[in-house]
T-cell receptor, first 113, second 115 residues
Framework: AQSVTQLDSQVPVFEEAPVELRCNYSSSVSVYLFWYVQYPNQGLQLLLKYLSGSTLVKGINGFEAEFNKSQTSFHLRKPSVHISDTAEYFCAARQAYGQNFVFGPGTRLSVLP | DTGVSQDPRHKITKRGQNVTFRCDPISEHNRLYWYRQTLGQGPEFLTYFQNEAQLEKSRLLSDRFSAERPKGSFSTLEIQRTEQGDSAMYLC?????????????FGPGTRLTVL
């Protein structure tokens, strides 16, 4: 079985400051890793994904994440956040040969002026 | 717009009533997924179709829940005899089996409130 942990339920940060949202996973098999963003009253939008290859992946809206196999982590980072980045962020894992996503509980990012 | 659409966006019902939600996937996608998201939690997998075949169901999907995808296009999720615990956002996603990474595209969700 696989699981995804997001240790920070809420992260407040001032505008233009850097941010890191933490994600750890556990799985006995190879996994694909994803970060999704959910704005209020909307569905989930894919930010970025790690399938294989380079451990540093870049996504939309200036976000990037680094896959660390030894630490089983996939932390999301942005060097300078904007008010518009305020949203809920979900880390998800899927087994390489499976269909189902397992989502973490989410981290609410609040960007303050 | 060729994204995933869901109808209705909001549903308020009384306990004990039946409700049905609809999901229209991206037209060329043959896989369709249903998830449930409760407040403060990430989405939880409910069930998955490839074409018209329902290939997997979560233990979360009790006997009161049934999903169909009769023609391999749109799907419906029915909840019978709703309970207050069914209040949640129900998300639909679709993907293509031809896609290497099986990226799932999500709809806006249907928010169910059971009074």
């Amino acid at each position: 079985a696989q699981s995804v942990t997001q240790l920070d339920s809420q992260v407040p940060v001032f505008e233009e400051a850097p941010v890191e949202l933490r994600c750890n996973y556990s799985s006995s098999v190879s996994v694909y890793l994803f970060w999704y963003v959910q704005y209020p009253n909307q569905g989930l939008q894919l930010l970025l994904k790690y399938l294989s290859g380079s451990t540093l992946v870049k996504g939309i809206n200036g976000f990037e994440a680094e896959f660390n196999k030894s630490q089983t982590s996939f932390h999301l980072r942005k060097p300078s956040v904007h008010i518009s980045d305020t949203a809920e962020y979900f880390c998800a894992a899927r087994q390489a040969y499976g269909q189902n996503f397992v989502f973490g509980p989410g981290t609410r990012l609040s960007v303050l002026p | 717009d060729t994204g995933v659409s869901q109808d209705p966006r909001h549903k308020i019902t009384k306990r004990g009533q039946n409700v049905t939600f609809r999901c229209d996937p991206i037209s060329e996608h043959n896989r369709l997924y249903w998830y449930r998201q409760t407040l403060g939690q990430g989405p939880e997998f409910l069930t998955y179709f490839q074409n018209e075949a329902q290939l997997e169901k979560s233990r979360l999907l009790s006997d009161r829940f049934s999903a169909e995808r009769p023609k391999g296009s749109f799907s419906t999720l029915e909840i019978q005899r709703t309970e207050q615990g069914d209040s949640a956002m129900y998300l639909c996603a679709s993907s293509s089996s031809g896609s290497l990474n099986n990226e799932q595209f999500f709809g806006p969700g249907t928010r169910l409130t059971v009074l």
